[in-house]
C-alpha cells in the first residue's frame, strides 16, 4: 500500500471553540498515538483527508515539525447528519512493525441453485500485518455453497504477511434456505382468538 502524504500542523488551542474554528477552516482536529510517547495534537487538511479515508487502513506520511510521522487511522468520528470528519485519532506505526486492524470481507462467486441466502455474520476480519502492508480486504469465493454451508475464519486465504487475529472458529458467512413466509394464517388466527376473548 503506497504512502499518503498530508501536511499537518501542530495543534496548541483545545476545546469545543477551538475545535469549531478548526473545522471552519475546512481542517480537522486529530490526535497521533503510539510507542509510548505523549499524544501529539494536530490539524489536518479535511479534503484530503476524507479523500485519503475512502481507502481502508490507509498508512498516512504525516509532516509533524520538519519531521515525518507513519500513522495509520485509529479512530473517525464523523457528523451523524452531515457525515463530514469532526476527529480522527492516529496511531503512530514504523516500517516493518506489526499493527492489528480490521479488513474487509468480500465475496465472489454464485450459491449453488435454489432459494438460499448469504448472511454476512462477520463484515471485517481482525488480521495482524507489517503497518506498511496492510491489505485493503480479503475475498472469498461462495461458489458452489448450498443451505447450511458456512466459512470459517480459519477457512479464509488472507494476503500474504498476514495473521489471523479472530477466533479460527468464528463464522464468516453462512448459506441459508429462504422460508416461505405465511403471514395471512397467522393473523386470521390471532383474530380468531382475539374475537373468542
Known amino acids: 500500500m503506497a504512502e499518503l502524504?498530508?501536511?499537518?500542523?501542530?495543534?496548541?488551542?483545545?476545546?469545543?471553540?477551538?475545535?469549531?474554528?478548526?473545522?471552519?477552516?475546512?481542517?480537522?482536529?486529530?490526535?497521533?498515538?503510539?510507542?509510548?510517547?505523549?499524544?501529539?495534537?494536530?490539524?489536518?487538511?479535511?479534503?484530503?483527508?476524507?479523500?485519503?479515508?475512502?481507502?481502508?487502513?490507509?498508512?498516512?506520511?504525516?509532516?509533524?515539525?520538519g519531521r515525518n510521522e507513519l500513522v495509520i487511522p485509529k479512530a473517525v468520528q464523523r457528523d451523524p447528519l452531515k457525515g463530514f470528519i469532526e476527529h480522527v485519532d492516529l496511531l503512530a506505526v514504523k516500517r516493518g512493525e506489526k499493527v492489528t486492524v480490521e479488513i474487509n470481507i468480500l465475496t465472489e462467486g454464485e450459491l449453488a441453485p435454489g432459494q438460499n441466502l448469504l448472511e454476512h455474520v462477520l463484515n471485517t476480519l481482525s488480521v495482524e500485518a507489517e503497518a506498511t502492508h496492510i491489505p485493503e480486504s480479503v475475498t472469498v469465493s461462495v461458489e458452489g455453497l448450498a443451505a447450511g454451508d458456512s466459512v470459517l475464519a480459519k477457512d479464509v486465504t488472507l494476503p500474504s504477511g498476514a495473521t489471523l487475529v479472530t477466533e479460527e472458529e468464528a463464522v464468516v458467512l453462512q448459506v441459508l434456505a429462504a422460508q416461505a413466509e405465511e403471514p395471512a394464517e397467522e393473523s386470521a388466527e390471532g383474530e380468531d382468538e382475539a374475537a373468542e376473548a
Open 5 to 65: 502524504k498530508l501536511a499537518s500542523e501542530i495543534r496548541t488551542e483545545f476545546g469545543k471553540g477551538a475545535a469549531r474554528r478548526i473545522r471552519r477552516e475546512d481542517k480537522v482536529p486529530g490526535v497521533v498515538y503510539g510507542h509510548g510517547a505523549d499524544p501529539v495534537h494536530v490539524t489536518l487538511p479535511g479534503h484530503d483527508l476524507m479523500m485519503a479515508l475512502k481507502t481502508a487502513n490507509v498508512l498516512l506520511s504525516l509532516d509533524i515539525d
